[in-house]
DNA sequence: GTGAAAGCGCTAACAT
DNA sequence: ATGTTAGCGCTTTCAC
């Protein structure tokens, strides 16, 4: 029967028509170009509004050059950790009057590059999370994917950088462990291909040779809760009394894992996490982990993105990449080394 | 010191030019158009790669339009739920060539009908994903907003929506309590404008209808984990031995409060979730809740999204909202009621 | 089979 | 102060 019937869009042409002037006239009102004279503003107001007349962002954005947009890429839209970037990212962007566009990769490093460089020609610039693709193909690719702002990875092509200190962060960790009276350690660790990860690995090599008295182990892992919660047989048997899993997922895996098994936290092993999303302060027992400001990485992002759209010039920007500091969470899933354990 | 080599964008004239060919040919091979020569096809195709040529979308949606993008709008976007809606929608969507443009409401329901407008306009069609606004301003904005679906909402104005049963949901876990002995249950409910906070409501009448021996209460309340740990002394206070909370998030809350305190879940207190995000299994107790498909609920959205997009007749699509049942998750968060408590 | 030209909806330089 | 006109980069008639 029949299509619905379908208001035709309205156009700048119906209101220049309906007030009787051109559509620049219409076109400079809607831009808030004072050079217009008052009363025929004013028309052009009205008959606006009563078409409910919006300007057509495409056609704008076609003449103007720009799409008041941002992209972003990330490896995987279910980690909690991507999300809080992109919440903080979008907020912040909008506070601007600017969208975010995602694409998530899947953590598929060849879908990257791709999708990348499809986002970045439907926006004025892209916000790259986390990028999987090798260090080659990042600068390669960087030059057409500007403006362009990395998160945790850094190139030599010239773009802004966000980076968390993971290395330092692991070590307070550990230390905190040490100072807790734990003397065997193990390491959770998260995916090959994370950067993070890599610096979480240089970071316990430091702690190592700062402490050669401990004995600390490295256990394959991942990133998400099944492999927190696989892993349970393997921390058992390293002997580690204390455990450094890679993310606070992983270690909530972890925590259900023992739990089942009866073995208690922090009671007969302690458990740390890492980032402090926001599930973390309510875990049984509550998550020792390392708090990484997430949310404002995306929304600092979204800053370094503004100043790099803005100043064209871009030579006020700071060199070099930003750098944030994990703060060690103190919680209850780390308490002493037990007295049994510890001494075997 | 001066600006960055600015290489500038290739347009589709320089391709043109480099072919030796006008641009209306490449367009058509750019758009696979067989009515060109093989040859010529072969030499647009060449240059195209050589200049790395990638057709500039807002050139091609200005003429085609139509953006290959669809927005969403959520009410907060730190909500695991609708994370899992995004992400449902961003991958299904992504499947058939489209993009996902991102509007987050903070809750404010009078920014809503902006947020919408705008990400309408820029988009091919809408997701609503639980509006906040009234009724009334649904109804009246929907026209406007078309292609759109709805999620968790229903409007007499024509739209695809899709609905959640939870007052069904809530049924069951309140049926699963009363199995398990329970006599004296609480109901911290959720946020007040949310529709699926009163389809939980309304599920609860029935229930009480059905059990005219069993004390159900209602406690006031919230949608994330500081409402839950807050809410323990009123829990104690009710008296209630099983508690069915609004969501997950105020169960883990709530799970978290109780623990502190040294009561014991479930042998003290039975609590139980809702929606099943992903960490409901890895709580300590893991959690007994209601299954919700929120992921297949994003990717439903998106189909009927595309349905909507593509027969533009839209006659053959099914009438009336899509229904999802939530399924019963049985964990440890639930037990038998005690026998102290169970007294009274 | 291919090019010339119109047009998508808007902004802005240029006239007046 | 306002209208006319030329793009923005592309697709698509319409001639040839």
Redesign the interface.
Known sequence: ?G??AT?RRIGIADVALKAGVSHATVSRVMNGNFTVDATIAARVRAAATEL?Y?P????R??ALGK?D?IGIVVPD??N?TF??I??GL??AA?QDGY??????S?EVSSEEAILA???R??CDGLVLCAPRMSDAELEELA??LQPMVLINRTTDA?APSLMVDYGQGIQELAEHLVGLGHTRLAFLAGPERSASNGLRLLGLEKFKAGHPEIDLQMLEGGSN?EVG?QSVDAVLASGATGVLAFNDLVA??L??GL?ERGIRVPEDISVTGFDDI??A??????LTTAAVPITELGQQAWHRMRDLIRN????AAPEGPTVFQPRLEGRSSTGPASAERRGG
């Open positions: 029967m299509r619905r208001t409910n919006q057509n962002p495409v056609g954005s076609l799409t947009t839209l279910s909690p999300q809080a992109l919440r979008s907020m909008a969208r975010v566009l995602i694409a998530d899947s460089g499809e986002a020609r439907r030059p057409s010239h809760f919660h909530m895996g925590l259900s739990h926001p599930f302060r309510y875990t049984t027992p509550t064209v010039p871009s030579d």
